[in-house]
């Protein structure tokens, strides 16, 4: 089973300006793999935390063998590691007889499991159970049937985001790519204490999977740089580069395989989603730096530190980052970006749902990239992993807020991959701003309506911060 974290689908949002016609992005998407024999169980990997890679992580599907290389280690734990992985490979290899049934009662798992309520109070463990012994008492004869009945069970449940994917579908959302050549990655804590940087996620017939790269690798060195200590998110970066290039990635072949370097072809669709000027104020004696986010994707933060670092290097005293029709994108993204401005140990945002996994705080860890005063202009089209950066800025006194309320969509959704190739997309949390603010259904008041003079701006941040220090 695979399972996508996303944080809201913003597919009801109507289109904005010209620049931003195309059709709405979906938001905040994490695959992880998971490693089950039966598919009908859930097993949530996801962590919202550095461990965690907010872009899409593709995953086989649980009938793909996780392969394993010949074994020759004198080492008998090692060799019983690698006769494990072998079990495994051939265990998902046999192919799964799924009913239709089973089908159905998947999903209902699924939702009883991680579904979160978040505001029409229409679930409760009792009625979902009885829908359960309603559903499985009825006749199911054909596959159609079971999706049909899966799309009004959880239209049942009065959440505009938690939805049935055909299989169809599902393949398309899986096929979103952060690095550029079809991977994924993820820090994996071994039982030796180890972290390691792991491919959880490879696009079937992606540059990386065609090159030789398999899902379980280690991944050791990008272009001869050691990764040991870094990110997935770092890592991933590392990978992007202009489409058609070339990326070299070392990797280790499952636990106890050979290490190999493998030359992988980039095939990069992202667009760079930032616009920079310098502006002059004050009669030129003041310089601003303008920055434009159109969405957050596997290029954002890299780009956005371009600009940050050209704008400061040219002078710029202020920054103004325009978020106004950004609709969202990778949450992780937006999550980084706002590490550029805040001091290690700000709270960027807190999560909460049911589940463990979904009650975080996720913080800065590291020192800003600039610390000048900033201005975020926002409007009813501003959504979604842009409110999380427009929030952590402003309530850790960073930045104001001008123009208008924000579109109100912190919710978290997880789609997870049924055994027959559809999906569910459910929702399993939301986001609250480090002042403890509900962000889902009420947005983001902003300090001002009309651009202030940046007087103004200095003064409110510095008063906030007296504030938040009693």
């Known amino acids: 089973m695979r399972v996508l974290a996303l944080s809201s689908s913003l597919t009801t949002l109507p289109s904005s300006s010209s620049e931003t016609s195309k059709p709405p992005i979906l938001c905040n998407f994490i695959i ?96 979902w159970l009885q829908k359960k012994e309603d559903i499985l008492n009825t006749s199911i004869p054909t596959r159609s049937k ?18 049935f994917l055909s299989p169809e579908e599902f393949s398309k959302m899986a096929r979103y790519d952060m690095s550029g050549i079809g991977l994924n990655l993820r820090e994996v804590l071994e039982d030796d204490g180890d972290l390691k940087l792991k491919v959880i996620g490879l696009l079937l017939d992606g540059p990386a999977h065609s090159a030789g790269v398999r899902q379980g690798d280690e991944v050791l060195a990008v272009n001869g740089v050691d990764v040991g200590g870094k990110s997935a998110f770092e890592v991933s970066s590392l990978l992007q580069g202009p489409n058609e290039t070339f ?24 667009r760079t989603p930032v616009l920079y000027r310098l502006e002059q104020i004050d009669n030129g004696t003041t310089s601003v730096g303008y920055m434009r986010l159109k969405e957050f994707n596997a290029l954002a933060r890299k780009d956005l530190v371009t600009a940050m670092k050209r704008l400061q290097d040219m002078g710029a005293s202020y920054f103004v980052l325009d978020l106004r029709d950004n609709l969202g994108g ?61 929030s952590s800025l402003h309530d850790n006194c960073r930045a104001v807020l001008v123009g208008e309320r924000t579109y109100g969509k912190g919710l978290i959704q997880s789609v997870f991959e049924l055994s027959d190739g559809s999906g569910v997309v459910v929702t399993v949390g939301k986001y609250v701003t480090p002042n403890h603010r509900d962000i889902n259904g009420n947005g983001i008041e902003p300090d001002y309506r009309n651009f202030p003079a940046w007087g103004d701006v200095k003064q409110h941040l510095s008063k906030c911060g007296k504030l938040q220090q009693g």
């Not at 990778?330 to 140990?345: S, W």
Request: proline share 5%.
């Open 330 to 390: 990778l949450v992780q993204a937006g999550i980084e970006i706002a590490k550029l401005f805040l001091n290690e140990g700000k709270t960027i945002i807190y999560t909460t749902g049911r589940d463990s996994q979904y009650q975080n705080t996720i913080v800065a860890d590291a020192a800003p990239l600039i610390t000048a005063p900033v201005i975020v202009l926002v409007n009813n089209k501003t959504a979604s992993a842009s409110e999380i950066v427009a």
């Open 146 to 163: 079971a999706h049909d009945i899966i799309r009004r069970m959880l239209a049942s449940l009065g959440d505009p985001y938690t939805r």
């Open 247 to 270: 990326v070299t990635i070392k990797v280790k072949h499952g636990n106890c395989g050979p290490i190999q370097s493998i030359e992988v072809q980039r095939q990069l669709v992202a």
């Open 32 to 127: 992880t793999h998971n490693n089950i024999a039966n598919c009908a169980k859930k097993s949530l990997t996801l962590a919202l935390s550095g461990a965690l890679s907010f872009g899409l992580l593709f995953s086989s599907p649980c009938s793909i063998a996780l392969e394993s290389p010949t074994i020759q280690s004198p080492s008998s734990s090692s060799s019983e590691l690698c006769r494990e992985d072998e079990r495994v490979a051939k265990a998902e290899t046999r192919p799964e007889v799924v009913t239709n049934e089973g089908i159905v009662e998947e999903a209902w798992e699924i939702v009883n499991e991680s579904f979160i309520d978040t505001g029409r109070h229409r679930w409760s463990p009792q009625t």
